[in-house]
């Protein structure tokens, strides 16, 4: 028997699948939630990945987009066994004065 280490990633959202040799996790910009880079899971985990879209206001701050403009906060990934979460914090600005 021969281990390759190769591990095959999926998304639950959109038709991506990936295969990798020792990598952690992998992520790409899913289509399914609008264009937001997103986890991909290993083929046969059941879960569910969803966006967080911000409810509060933006005002002035630099916050992640979707690909429809919704501000987005985070992507959750919710397994039978756990959860993980993506968080898109708003950039800082600097203004000289
Ligand atoms: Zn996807």
Redesign the pocket.
């Known amino acids: 028997m021969i281990l390759t280490g190769e591990q095959r990633w999926v998304?639950p959202?959109?038709p991506?699948t990936a295969r990798t040799v020792g990598a952690d996790n992998r992520f790409?910009p899913?289509?399914?939630?609008a264009g937001l880079l997103?986890p991909?899971v290993l083929d046969g985990v059941r879960c569910e990945i969803r966006a967080v879209v911000r409810e509060d206001y933006v005002s002035g701050e630099d916050v992640r987009l979707d690909g429809e403009g919704r501000p987005v906060m985070a992507v959750v990934t919710t397994r039978d066994d756990g959860q993980d979460c993506t968080v898109y914090a708003p950039t800082a600005l600097l203004r000289r004065c």
């Open positions: 998304c959202n959109c991506a790409h899913c289509p399914g939630l997103a991909m």
